[in-house]
């Protein structure tokens, strides 16, 4: 093969792994480093197919040859330093940042890397860099997210906000910064608008994981505040039977059936009104959702038979609560599901 057509080599598998066609381009670099196994260009080259493939030892490996290869060039210790830091070893991503960065201190990306591989344990360390790469790389989206998370992750939600908002200002269609404004609206109660937000990114990038296990989260963030409500409204029921007279009793009823079959359809609205179809598949199929949609029947249903229809006499629920002894059967339960209830309506991770 010749150096011409080496490189043209080079230039086809370049094209096929951004078009996303790794395996085609792996199979191009294969065969060229067959007959140069030293090509550092075409290892660094193959290094990024295997990443993309999600072979990250593979990748590692390959990474590490380019490296030996060149080991002057920053582009090779950057690919190893995004492959370590995929598999979670930060240090070693961390080291291999600021060897790349040593060799090009001028070079965005590499200050983009490190604050990338510092941000996860030690944001305070990442912020100079992200700074950095900000000042170098103005015009690029991927910065100004990447500096908006470190910021959050510093508590400056408000500085977050802004810095997504720049990035969008230069590419509308960056999926990861409608993403990360979605979650700092849910932060801040504003749900439809963080619904809306997760759609958004998926329509921009489908494959985008992290946007979809949000939207889902989200939505069953909600059905399980609603199920410790129900729940409460549960404990309401059955220590005012022991006290109250039927007809209160019934009034009482109508009233948290009311407020809670109108806090299903206020989620069921905003996550049909702000997600469409999606929030109709979540439902359907998202195991979580599908509990958390279980246990709110068992509680509304507990509520209209104790307390509309009073099938259970009076006397029997002050007996169950007669004291915390073997007389006071419900309190265990009672104290359970407080458990349950505020354990399930924590705010999902983020």
């Known amino acids: 093969m010749t150096e011409l057509d080496a490189r043209n080599e080079l230039l086809r598998a370049s094209t096929l792994l951004d078009l996303g066609r790794a395996a085609e381009a792996r199979a191009r670099l294969s065969t060229l480093l067959a007959a140069d196994p030293a090509n550092a260009f075409a290892l660094r080259l193959l290094a990024r197919c295997h990443h993309a493939a999600g072979d990250m030892d593979l990748a590692i490996d390959t990474a590490k040859a380019a490296v030996a290869a060149d080991p002057a060039s920053e582009h090779g210790h950057r690919i190893l330093a995004n492959a370590y830091n995929s598999v979670g070893d930060r240090w070693a991503a961390t080291n291999s940042a600021r060897e790349a960065l040593r060799l090009a201190p001028d070079e965005w990306r590499c200050h983009w890397l490190?604050?990338?591989?510092?941000?996860?344990?030690?944001?305070?360390?990442?912020?100079p860099a992200a700074h950095r790469a900000r000042e170098l790389a103005p015009n690029e989206a991927d910065v100004h997210v990447l500096y908006g998370v470190v910021v959050k992750q510093l508590g400056r939600t408000e500085e977050a906000r802004a810095a997504?908002?720049?990035?969008?200002?230069?590419?509308?269609?960056?999926?990861?910064?409608?993403?990360?404004?979605?979650?700092?609206?849910?932060?801040?109660?504003?749900?439809?608008?963080?619904?809306?937000?997760?759609?958004?990114?998926?329509?921009?990038?489908?494959?985008?994981?992290l946007a979809r296990e949000n939207l889902a989260n989200t939505i069953v963030l909600l059905l399980r505040r609603l199920c410790a409500i129900a729940y409460a409204c549960v404990l309401v029921v059955v220590f005012t039977a022991g006290v109250a007279s039927p007809l209160v009793l019934r009034g009482l009823g109508i009233t948290l059936t009311a407020g809670l079959l109108a806090g299903l359809v206020w989620i069921l609205a905003i996550a049909r009104r702000s997600v469409g179809a999606f929030a109709t598949m979540i439902l359907r199929t998202d195991r979580r959702a599908l509990t958390a949609m279980v246990v709110f029947a068992v509680a509304l249903a507990i509520v209209v038979v104790g307390a509309i229809v009073q099938l259970v006499p009076q006397r029997e629920v002050r007996a169950a609560l007669g004291g915390f002894g073997h007389e006071g059967h419900l309190l265990p339960f009672i104290g359970l599901g407080l458990l349950i209830a505020a354990r399930n309506a924590r705010n999902v991770k983020k």
């Open 114 to 127: 490190l604050a990338e591989c510092l941000r996860h344990s030690d944001p305070h360390s990442a912020l």
């Open 164 to 209: 997504y908002l720049h990035a969008l200002s230069i590419n509308p269609n960056l999926a990861t910064a409608h993403n990360n404004i979605a979650v700092l609206d849910r932060a801040n109660g504003r749900w439809a608008r963080a619904l809306a937000g997760f759609r958004t990114s998926l329509r921009h990038n489908p494959q985008q994981k």
